[in-house]
């Protein structure tokens, strides 16, 4: 909202933003001249700090202003006063271009915490540059959307999207999700959902927890690729999100239908039966869940498969970090040479196979070549072979289990390898491959990934840190009538 509260001061005030323009214009063809000139001797001249400089007195000083921008705030009983120049403010925002086309001084009224940063936001108008920290992205960028900024609003969407890992003391991840869902910002949700999928745990213990909504969590739920250490450490999470929100019954029978009870054993599910209060609350809406779990590890699954379908997320697992459902492993030095491993899992969550075991055997190799990249005899020059550049190879990692084995009839194995990353001084999931059922191999694993750099982002200490994943997919048979 703008009002007209005075007169366009005289012409001749309007002579320190035209030089400044005609400056920065002149700057810039002798710059592109230079360029383009095939003359040896031509060089560029390149003055643009001064110039940011003087165009930051012209600010502070308000030298040549000729507009007023009174900025304000139910916070504050004085308003913000910005000497300011028409031309300037025009060419960054057509916003600012409408309100000061037939009046010099105009009053804004913005939320205390917008204006507050109004002073930095109108600097950035001047410099193109500007300093933020977490908590001032989302004022930062509703000024930049407010007043059509576009080149500012993708610059602090952008550094959202990569400071997403930054701690911070009350978490922001969840409010930029919200905020990115306000604003219709599919790209900035999407990876506030990705980071809070993958690094799952973090944010259960976490103050933000408390501050997820509805819709947020039931998307969160919906998800096979979480991270966390069980399905029985959700749903203590879930509980205490229930017993703060306190939310309606409808939705509080949504949420805990979304945990996947068959991948939890059944001496915690008879635990949670008697002790969970939020449980007996909404019993009658997940009784026959409950019921079906201990269905499901009574029976083995080739024959519980007979009778129920099996193909749905109910029983298929989330990225589990329990030891019974992969292991770590840490890499030192990945570009040298070929490394293998081997490790156990349990052969499926059903408690019938509680003690199966499978044996999984890894290889990695830090420079596996593709076919189309093999040494293979030229004709040019007889018996010479094409040369091939180490950096050509990439990683690879091959998951094979140790033996085949009868129990493997009705269930695939997914693998799932997730990469650790240190960001802001945390270890963080930042990247997951995950490999189709019927492969040994994710055919873009670690594919953008440069092992050779020791700053490489995929490297904590010189070393790659993984947690391979097996989870145990069921596959329906054939009906038995009841």
């Avoid at 103050?207 to 203590?236: I, K, N, Q």
């Avoid at 949670?272 to 809406?285: C, D, E, F, I, M």
């Avoid at 982002?457 to 009841?482: A, Q, R």
Wanted: with cysteine; proline share 5%; hydrophobic share 45%.
């Amino acid at each position: 909202m703008a009002r007209l509260t005075g007169t366009r001061p005289a012409a001749t005030r309007r002579w320190g933003c035209a030089a400044a323009f005609l400056l920065l214009f002149f700057t810039v063809q002798a710059a592109q001249k230079a360029d383009f000139s095939g003359d040896s001797t031509a060089a560029t001249i390149n003055h643009s700090l001064t110039l940011l400089q003087r165009l930051q007195e012209l600010l502070q000083n308000g030298n040549g202003s000729d507009s007023v921008l009174r900025v304000r705030s139910a916070a504050s009983d004085e308003p913000k006063v910005f000497h300011t120049h028409q031309l300037l403010l025009s060419l960054q925002s057509e916003v600012f271009e409408s309100l000061l086309h037939n009046q010099s001084v105009v009053t804004l009224y913005e939320p205390p915490e917008t204006a507050a940063l109004f002073e930095k936001f109108i600097r950035y108008l001047y410099c193109g540059g500007v300093s933020i920290l977490l908590h001032q992205a989302i004022p930062m960028h509703q000024l930049a959307s407010k007043y059509r900024v576009w080149g500012l609003q993708r610059g602090v969407a952008e550094y959202m999207r990569t400071h997403l890992a930054s701690e911070s003391s009350q978490g922001h991840v969840v409010r930029w999700y919200h905020y990115a869902v306000r604003v219709g910002d599919a790209a900035l949700q999407e990876s506030c959902l990705q980071f809070l999928a993958w690094n799952l745990s973090a944010v259960l213990g976490s103050a933000e927890w408390g501050s997820v909504s509805v819709e947020l969590l039931l998307l969160l739920l919906e998800r096979s690729d979480l991270v966390l250490h069980s399905e029985l450490e959700l749903y203590t999470a879930v509980e205490g999100w229930l017993s703060r929100r306190q939310p309606e019954a409808p939705v509080a029978e949504r949420v805990l239908r979304a945990i996947r009870y068959p991948m939890i054993a059944p001496s915690q599910l008879f635990r949670l039966q008697a002790q969970s209060a939020v449980l007996a609350r909404h019993r009658g809406a997940v009784q026959d869940l409950l019921f079906q779990a201990f269905q499901f590890h009574a029976a083995s699954p080739l024959h519980f498969a007979k009778y129920f379908d099996v193909n749905c997320s109910m029983f298929l697992p989330r990225n589990y970090l329990a030891p019974s459902w992969g292991s770590q492993w840490v890499i030192t030095n990945p570009a040298r040479d070929d490394r293998s491993t081997s490790f156990q899992t349990q052969l499926g969550p059903s408690s019938h196979d509680a003690g199966k075991r499978v044996t999984w055997n890894v290889l990695f190799s830090p420079r596996w070549l593709p076919v189309s990249l093999r040494p293979v005899y030229s004709d040019s020059v007889a018996g010479a072979i094409q040369p091939v550049r180490i950096e050509d190879g990439r990683p690879r990692l091959v998951i094979t289990p140790a033996t085949s084995s009868p129990d493997f009839a009705g269930v695939s194995f997914q693998k799932t390898v997730l990469v650790g990353v240190r960001q802001q001084g945390r270890v963080l999931v930042k990247h997951a491959y995950s490999f189709h059922q019927s492969s040994d191999e994710a055919a873009d694993f670690l594919v953008h990934a440069d092992l050779q750099k020791r700053t490489s982002e995929y490297l904590i200490d010189n070393s790659l840190h993984l947690h391979i994943i097996i989870k145990p997919v069921y596959h329906s048979l054939i009906k038995v009538k009841k």
